[in-house]
């Protein structure tokens, strides 16, 4: 919802803002409204991988109890790190849906890019592991 709620108002503000966007094609205006979207993805989804490498407990085999082994970071789950993953997951498939019905972009290039990482963080959840992995992939989403 974060994909078309920046849509809508990159659509609503832009001709405000931009004095030449009313000029711009509508493919071009809706590959600029789509834009928006995207970079609040990045944003976030960097900043909640930043949280959960530097500021979650345990993620680093820290808070290892009495009698228990330390675990690697590549067993370490965290609820943050399942919920950046979900949220990506989210915003891949809310942006395929749009790419395709507004045709706003080169299909194949975000298609394939949609699809690798989708399938990568799928895997990563599905599996419970190598959730250190998902979120380096994450982090170059900016």
């Known amino acids: 919802m974060c994909t078309v709620g920046c849509y ?11 004095q030449h966007y ?12 789509s834009r928006c979207g995207h970079i609040a993805h990045a944003v976030i989804v960097v900043a909640l991988v930043a949280l959960t490498l530097t500021r979650c407990p345990g ?10 082994a330390p675990s690697t970071v590549l067993d370490t789950v965290t609820p943050l790190s ?8 989210g915003y891949f498939a809310t942006d395929t849906v749009m790419m395709l019905a507004l045709h706003t972009q080169p299909l194949g290039m975000m298609l394939g890019h949609h699809l690798g990482g989708a399938v990568a963080l799928a895997a990563v959840l599905a599996t419970g ?8 992939l994450l982090s170059t989403e900016v």
């Open 22 to 33: 009313s000029e711009l094609p509508l493919w071009e205006r809706r590959d600029w409204n």
């Open 82 to 89: 399942v919920a950046t993953f979900a949220f990506s997951l």
């Open 129 to 136: 592991e190598c959730h250190y992995y998902g979120l380096l």
């Open 59 to 68: 993620f680093w085999g820290d808070s290892v109890g009495a009698g228990e």
């Open 8 to 18: 809508a108002l990159s659509s609503a503000y832009s001709p405000h803002l931009f």
